[in-house]
């Protein structure tokens, strides 16, 4: 599962709500939300809490915020243990397929690898020359890659470039050259056969040949309206993306065809409607989303039917929807918000 979002700021809030479905078929209820304070450490921006990921076998969350990498106990919400990292905030998370490593990136460019199980510090990689924004691992859990500008030395006219490294011994092995976005940022993941990534900024998505480290394919969708901002890929290959505008788009990563699009997050919020995350869960099952309203949706990932809504009305949480995920077992949901909390609900079938 490959979950990879920018970030932006609103106001808003989570509590429990209503299921949305068109049919009697397979419907998720949620349990009341167990919200997860995050220490208020850079008060001069506030405390938005930027990613997150389950790890150990879903035992703990682990979240990214100005205040550090923290790890929490998902059953009762107690904060275990404080990552030690030298960034004023931790933007990217990724735990690699196969559990061995959690990585994060941060707003100094810097990227910390550790030990998933023991969060022994292995590596400390960079700095590059700007703030991480998008990691991913291979499906091998060999490469490591990640979106930052160029250093200023590189004789080249494009400001971006993806690094790929080496996991295991943290070294650097290439930069790949890669135009910089008109607006927003650029995200990455590997396709599940980790010889390719696919990068996405504007209205095009890359292809990028990671033995060569050359871009092999651009795909433009002049049609889109706005921005791409987020994307997910399932490990059967389908990539889910969401853009400023109230619709998930579902795509084939055979021939980049459009498969199917919905509306979401598509009520009427302050200031607008719009996605902001999606996720899979780990058996390609279901889509999660989050949206500018401080929405938690769950889809159906084959047909696109909503499965639960949770509706931000209430007070104990704030900001939009940063990320979302999910156990591999599909009971435990996650999410992060800008303005400095994570929330967890428990899921099951309704009756």
């Known amino acids: 599962m490959i979950c990879v979002t920018i970030r932006f700021a609103i106001v808003g809030c989570l509590v429990l709500a209503s299921q949305r479905t068109t049919n009697a078929e397979e419907r998720l209820v949620a349990s009341e939300p167990l919200v997860l304070r995050h220490p208020a450490i850079n008060k001069s921006i506030g405390n938005p809490v930027h990613c997150l990921s389950f790890v150990n ?6 979240t990214g915020a100005t205040s550090g990498v923290h790890l929490w106990d998902p059953s009762s919400g107690e904060l275990k243990q404080t990552l030690d990292v030298d960034e004023r905030s931790v933007d990217a998370i ?34 590059t020359a700007g703030a991480i924004r998008s990691l991913s691992i291979s499906s091998d859990a060999k490469l490591l890659a990640s979106v930052s500008p160029n250093p200023p030395s590189v004789a080249t006219n494009e400001r971006f470039g993806l690094l790929l490294w080496d996991l295991a011994t943290g070294r650097q092995l290439r930069r790949i050259d890669h135009p910089p976005p008109a607006f927003g940022s650029t995200v990455v993941a590997f396709l599940p056969d980790g010889k390719q990534l696919i990068s996405a900024q504007d209205r095009t998505f890359r292809l990028i040949d990671v033995q060569k480290g050359a871009i092999s394919k651009t795909i433009d969708m002049p049609e889109l309206p706005r921005t ?19 619709k998930l788009r579902l795509w084939n990563t055979i021939d980049w065809k459009q498969i199917l699009a919905w509306d979401a997050h598509d009520k009427p919020a302050p200031p607008r409607r719009g996605v902001s995350t999606v996720c899979f869960s780990p058996d390609g099952k279901y889509l999660l989303s989050g949206g500018l309203d401080g929405h938690v949706c769950v889809w159906d990932a084959s047909t696109g039917r909503q499965l639960l809504e ?3 009305s209430g007070e104990q ?4 929807i940063t990320g979302v995920a999910i156990t591999a077992d599909n009971r435990l949901l996650a999410a992060t918000h800008f303005g400095g909390t994570a929330t967890l609900w428990r899921l099951r079938k309704a009756e």
């Open 57 to 62: 076998g879903d035992a703990l969350l682990v």
């Open 94 to 127: 990724v735990q690699d397929p196969r559990g061995t490593h959690l990585v994060a990136g941060g707003a100094q460019g810097v990227i910390k690898v550790w030990e998933a199980h023991t969060f022994k510090p292995l590596a400390t990689l960079g700095p």
């Open 228 to 246: 791409i901002q987020c994307l997910a890929i399932s490990r059967e290959g389908r990539l889910a993306t969401g853009v400023f505008e109230a």
């Open 310 to 312: 949770l509706d931000g």
């Open 317 to 320: 949480t704030s900001g939009w």
